[in-house]
């Protein structure tokens, strides 16, 4: 049973690192419908990580206060309305907010997902769990590019977003 938690925590994990490549990959199209300048763009990812790199500590708090299983159902409930309300931007400002909460969002993912192991792994054995669990952020990294071409290539930027939440 552990091991299919460090395999469903991975795809969490992956799920995540999809969802934040989403607006480097997409850029170009999303920038046919909304202007952005190089200045805009880097707000917005700066937008995403600073709320990712507070969020690491508030997401420990908040999964230490709900527990694992809630606190992680929790961040992955709010991490996804944020990718999915990046899809319904009209303009950069929307687009930042929504970036920020991601990060928000995201932000407890790994802390969340080391709890995940320390309850549910002997210490012999959390090592290989956390590698399996960060092998996560390399498939949805590498995930992302070819998935999003294809959407972009039949749909609209928009549709990133809507069909990231079918996964």
Known sequence: MRWRIAILVSAAIAISYLDRQTLPVAIKAIEREIPLTNEQFSYLQSAFLLAYAFMYAGGGKLADALGTRRGFTVIMLFWSFACLSQG???????????????????????????????????????????GIINGGTAVGAVAAPPLIAAILTFASWRWIYFLARAV
């Not at 995201?106 to 969340?112: K, N, Q, R, Y």
């Not at 995940?116 to 002997?122: D, G, I, K, N, S």
Request: hydrophobic fraction near 55%; avoid cysteine.
């Open 88 to 130: 319904f931007a009209l303009g950069f400002a929307m687009l930042a907010i929504s970036r920020f909460l991601l990060g928000v969002g995201e932000g407890g993912g790994f802390p969340t997902a080391t709890r995940a192991v320390t309850e549910w792994f002997p210490v012999k054995e959390r090592a290989t769990a956390m």
